[in-house]
């Protein structure tokens, strides 16, 4: 009964990181070399997916999967490690050049909030 329940959970929080990454369930399932099929039964909590499966669905969605089983798990974090989480999501798809222009907002924003203190 509560291992049905965490299946669940690993599935729904999967899936809000798939769609938070705007993936389809298909190319989660390519790049993670599954079966679109098996994918999506993990997605709804029907199967029982092994360690090694996890770690290809958290891989082809580019996520750390100490963050995937922290959510399932319910694991509270701060705000602001949460904020940091996401961007992190956000700017792992980044370009070497992207994230140099990123960096340099940053600086200049946290510079300018201090500045206006």
Known sequence: MAGDILLKQLGEELRRLRKFRKLSQ???AERAELHPTY???VERGEVNPSIKTVLQIVA???IDPAQLINSVLKIKKSEKDSLLNEILIMLKGASTKQ???IRSLVADTVEWSRKSK
């Open 26 to 28: 298909e190319e989660v």
């Open 39 to 41: 994918y999506g039964q």
């Open 60 to 62: 082809a969605i580019e």
């Open 99 to 101: 994230l140099m222009l």
